[in-house]
Each structure stands twice: as C-alpha cells, then as structure tokens.
C-alpha cells in the first residue's frame, strides 16, 4: 500500500462545517457506454472473444448504483447540486478527444444507447450534464466556472473508473482548492484491487477525504437546520 511518512510530520488539513448550499455531488462516468455490459467496452470484449474480461467492471457498477442513487436522493432533499459527467465527443470519428480515450478510434464507434446515463442514477430535471472529451473533467469543460458561479466549493465525487476519470478530476480539484471527498462505495473500477488502492493513495495525508454514503448522509441531515417547534396557544 502508498504512504508516505512525511505525512507524519504534518498536521491534517482541516475542513469548515459542512454547507450544503457550498456543496456539489458530482457523478463521473455513470452513463451505459462506461458500465453497461451492453455498452462501448462491453461491446468491445464481446467483439474481441473476451467477454468475461470486464465481468468485474460490470459486477462493480451494479454493487455501487444503490448507493450512488441513496446520496443523490439525500442531496436532492438537502438542496446540493447534482452534476453529472459523461464523455461524449464532438466528432463521430472522435478526433476532438484527448488521445488516450480516443486512441481505438474504428474500435469505438458509439451509438445513442452509450451516452445514455444508467437509469439507476440519471438526472433528474434541470440537473447539470456535463460533457467532457478528457479523463479529468476540468481539462476539457467549464466545471471550474459553473462550481465558482454557483458558490460551490465542497466537492463530492462518484462513479469510474476509481483510479481513471475520477481520481484525475478529484486530484485537480484538491489542487485547485476545493474541499474533495470520495464516496468510497460509490466509485468503482474494472477491479476491486485497482479501487481500493487507488482511494489508499488519493486520502494518503488527508487532502482528499474518503467517506461512505451512510457517513455522508449522516452529515447532510445533521447540517439542515431544527425544524422550530409549534408555538404553544397561551
């Protein structure tokens, strides 16, 4: 497992109250050509004679859905804004996307059905999707800009692959000074190996935080304020 000692020597860094109104869930990935056996990469290993090489992909997404779609209700009823990221191009041959997504070009032609996000967990109403043609979702969209327009500055972050789109998105916004969680049982990987060590070395000295869903959803519902007791009739 990565450590590094020198975190010993330093103090953790610290945290302001949890705001909700200062607070985004951000849900990376989520769509069916990313987790969907049916999906891009599904398709892929079916056309390449190898289709039980995602089956832990697969199976991984279907363990974190529930618990993604129970924080996204517990943000709805708080007021956090939900943001869901995709990566969908601008090309069909997909010649506007970074390099390394687009590097099986023939290989991945996508269809309607890939872009759509896992029904589980889709938006609902006027939710922010945010398209993105990069690993990191800063790299390639206005996520920077809508976050600071809106005032929010606690980040929460869900969805795949672990150690790919989200830990680049979370790592550029620890860098760029927002407040960062994982949601350690929402985010998920090709292998469980890959994401549990990838949130060992993100929370490595606690600028990146790691908490569950029942830990989060215990602290939205203890920021909301007391609902006031009825007055009592004289």
Same mark, same amino acid.
């Given at each position: 497992?990565?450590?590094?000692?020198? &975190?010993?020597?330093?103090?953790?860094?610290?945290?302001?109250?949890?705001?909700? $109104?200062?607070? @985004?869930?951000?849900?990376? $990935?989520?769509?069916?050509? +990313? *987790?969907?056996?049916?999906?891009?990469? *599904?398709?892929?290993?079916?056309?390449?004679?190898?289709?039980?090489?995602?089956?832990?992909?697969?199976?991984? #997404?279907?363990?974190?859905?529930?618990?993604?779609?129970?924080?996204?209700?517990? +943000?709805?009823?708080?007021?956090?804004?939900?943001?869901?990221?995709?990566?969908?191009?601008?090309?069909?041959?997909?010649?506007?996307?970074?390099?390394?997504?687009?590097?099986?070009?023939?290989?991945?032609? #996508?269809?309607?059905?890939?872009?759509?996000?896992?029904?589980?967990? !889709?938006?609902?109403? $006027?939710?922010?999707?945010?398209?993105?043609?990069?690993?990191?979702?800063?790299?390639?969209?206005?996520?920077?800009?809508?976050?600071?327009?809106? *005032?929010?500055?606690?980040?929460?972050?869900?969805?795949?692959?672990?150690?790919?789109?989200?830990?680049? #998105?979370?790592?550029? !916004? !620890? /860098?760029?000074? &927002?407040? #960062?969680?994982?949601?350690? /049982? *929402? +985010? +998920?990987?090709?292998?469980?190996?890959?994401?549990?060590?990838?949130?060992?070395?993100?929370?490595?000295?606690?600028?990146?935080?790691?908490?569950?869903? $029942?830990?989060?959803?215990?602290?939205?519902?203890?920021?909301?304020? @007391?609902?006031?007791?009825?007055?009592?009739?004289?």
């Amino acid at each position: 497992m990565a450590y590094d000692p020198y &975190y010993q020597l330093v103090p953790e860094p610290k945290e302001p109250p949890f705001d909700p $109104d200062r607070t @985004a869930f951000i849900i990376i $990935d989520l769509h069916n050509g +990313c *987790g969907h056996p049916d999906g891009l990469m *599904g398709r892929l290993a079916q056309e390449q004679g190898k289709p039980w090489l995602l089956k832990e992909r697969f199976d991984f #997404t279907q363990e974190i859905l529930p618990n993604v779609r129970r924080l996204q209700d517990a +943000c709805r009823k708080a007021g956090i804004e939900l943001i869901h990221v995709r990566v969908k191009y601008l090309t069909k041959d997909h010649r506007d996307g970074q390099r390394s997504l687009a590097r099986e070009v023939k290989a991945r032609t #996508t269809i309607p059905f890939d872009l759509e996000f896992m029904d589980m967990v !889709a938006p609902h109403g $006027d939710e922010i999707i945010i398209d993105k043609t990069s690993a990191g979702t800063f790299n390639s969209t206005a996520l920077d800009q809508i976050l600071r327009n809106m *005032g929010r500055d606690r980040l929460l972050f869900a969805g795949m692959v672990t150690e790919g789109c989200v830990e680049m #998105t979370a790592r550029t !916004a !620890a /860098d760029r000074g &927002y407040y #960062t969680t994982l949601v350690s /049982d *929402g +985010c +998920c990987s090709s292998t469980h190996l890959a994401h549990y060590d990838a949130l060992q070395r993100m929370t490595d000295g606690g600028l990146i935080k790691a908490r569950t869903v $029942d830990e989060l959803i215990r602290t939205i519902e203890a920021s909301r304020p @007391a609902a006031k007791a009825p007055a009592v009739a004289a």
